[in-house]
């Protein structure tokens, strides 16, 4: 007797939900080597161009003569700051991001750039304060007040954190303090002054001895953002699944904010705000090595170092003996970028 039977179904395939690139630790290494090659361009070109030689005897020899004095005046400390501000906005961007899951979200969001500039005119107007080191110091104060405060009016109507009211709130805070920091600077010249020549977003003008206050929060910044890789994937899956995996959201949204917060803080400190570097970042370095944040996030660090000292070379090179800030060059170049990103309907949602 023959017993008809159903053919067996083909196993099927477990989708990934982070396909990888088959590249991703040699991009990773590649990324290394650009990063390389941008610091050595960085400590070779501006208004006025040294040749290798010249550098490595600068580097060797400090105080030695005008090409010393050029290369630890201005090439090392723009490079160095240059390589903080880009790891720093480059990570936010990506943990904003995949938090927000909103491919047009910004680490300024949080209201942390509001919240240093207005730091920075309450300390020439009321405390009579300036300069490089008293501009960092009040720039971290002003910037963790103001995420802290978007965090808190979030957390006080929702038990998780949800990042479209978190974000909501952060754009009143930056809405409120950039009202007052205006009315601070058109009441006051002095004030004026030194709010336009921060606010425009520089890696020049700074020595390396001003922006130390701000390495121990990039520290702090990064190692949350590596901290909150995991839970990034599995909140990247939606917030029922990610429960389900074991994730407390409260716990997880807390520990991105502050990475972004610490992170973004640390580079508005140092080099002034400047924007784009967050958005177009992780586009990039997704690109490169796929979705998941165990390799997005030292790619997105890589990634931003390499936009930042890029754009600060060209504009030396544009702009000659009058250069071109780095927060000009990166709002040209990203300004298109942003609305090429918001026309691509694939990009809606992360």
């Not at 160095?80 to 909103?102: D, P, S, Y």
């Not at 303090?177 to 890696?203: C, E, K």
């Not at 930042?308 to 250069?323: P, T």
Request: charged share 10%.
């Amino acid at each position: 007797m023959i017993v008809a039977t159903e053919p067996a179904a083909p196993p099927q395939r477990t989708r990934r939900p982070f396909p990888s690139r088959a590249g991703g630790p040699r991009a990773l290494g590649a990324l290394t080597l650009a990063v390389a090659a941008a610091c050595v361009a960085s400590l070779l070109l501006g208004s006025n161009p040294l040749t290798p030689g010249a550098v490595l005897h600068g580097l060797l020899h400090p105080g030695s003569g005008t090409d010393a004095a050029v290369v630890y005046g201005s090439r090392v400390p723009r490079t160095v700051i240059g390589l903080i501000t880009g790891v720093c906005l480059g990570v936010a961007g990506t943990v904003m991001q995949g938090h927000t899951r909103n491919p047009l979200a910004d680490p300024g969001l949080f209201g942390v750039s509001a919240g240093a500039g207005l730091a920075v005119v309450l300390g020439i107007v009321v405390f009579g304060v300036s300069g490089p080191a008293a501009s960092v110091g009040l720039a971290l104060v002003g910037a963790l007040v103001a995420s802290t405060a978007a965090f808190a009016i979030t957390v006080a109507g929702s038990a998780t954190a949800n990042p479209v009211p978190l974000a909501i709130a952060g754009t009143a805070v930056s809405a409120l303090l950039g009202a007052v920091t205006s009315f601070l600077t058109l009441a006051d010249r002095d004030s004026l002054r030194a709010y336009q020549l921060w606010v425009v977003g520089s890696l020049s003008g700074r020595q390396l001895h001003d922006v130390w206050a701000t390495v121990p929060f990039a520290l702090a910044g990064l190692v949350l953002a590596a901290l909150n890789s995991r839970a990034l994937d599995n909140l990247a899956l939606g917030e029922d699944l990610a429960r389900g995996l074991g994730e407390n959201l409260l716990v997880a949204r807390g520990t991105g904010l502050a990475a972004i917060t610490l992170l973004t803080a640390a580079a508005t400190a140092a080099a002034g705000p400047i924007a784009f570097v967050g958005l177009v970042v992780p586009h990039l370095a997704r690109a490169v090595v796929g979705a998941g944040h165990r390799r997005l996030l030292p790619a997105s660090a890589l990634v931003g170092c390499l936009v930042v000292l890029l754009a600060d070379v060209a504009g030396r090179e544009v702009g000659g003996s009058s250069e071109v800030q780095v927060g000009i060059m990166l709002a040209v170049v990203g300004g298109p970028f942003f609305v090429v990103v918001a026309r691509r309907r694939s990009l809606v949602s992360l």
